[in-house]
């Protein structure tokens, strides 16, 4: 294998080890956030006219202990075109951190 060779292998390897990291680093929970309420909102349209709005609420807290709690609420409401045929889907998750 000449230089050249292994410097590139060496060269996709450290480029790959480096985008895995940064994936990672990306990935995170509600209880990651710092105490305090956080809202988000997204409306979309798709090709057939539906309205998607997606709501999401998310309180963390932390107790005497140190604890954190993180309860995350979403509400997804779907509007097709036409009358009478909006539908709404909601969920809670609660995320504990000790």
């Known amino acids: 294998m000449t230089s050249f060779t292994k410097l590139s292998v060496i060269a996709v390897f450290t480029a790959a ?3 895995s990291a940064c994936h990672e680093t990306h990935k995170s ?3 990651d956030l ?3 309420k956080y809202e988000k909102s ?3 349209t798709d090709a ?9 609420e998310t309180n963390v807290t932390v107790d005497e202990y140190g604890n954190k ?3 995350v609420e979403s ?6 075109k036409g009358l009478f045929n909006k539908t709404t889907t909601s969920s809670k998750e609660v995320v504990e951190q000790r």
């Open 17 to 19: 080890f480096a985008l």
């Open 29 to 31: 929970s509600a209880a």
């Open 34 to 36: 710092p105490p305090g």
């Open 42 to 44: 997204t409306t979309s």
């Open 48 to 56: 057939n006219g539906t309205t998607i709005t997606r709501d999401q």
């Open 69 to 71: 709690r993180a309860v």
């Open 75 to 80: 509400k997804t409401t779907k509007d097709p």
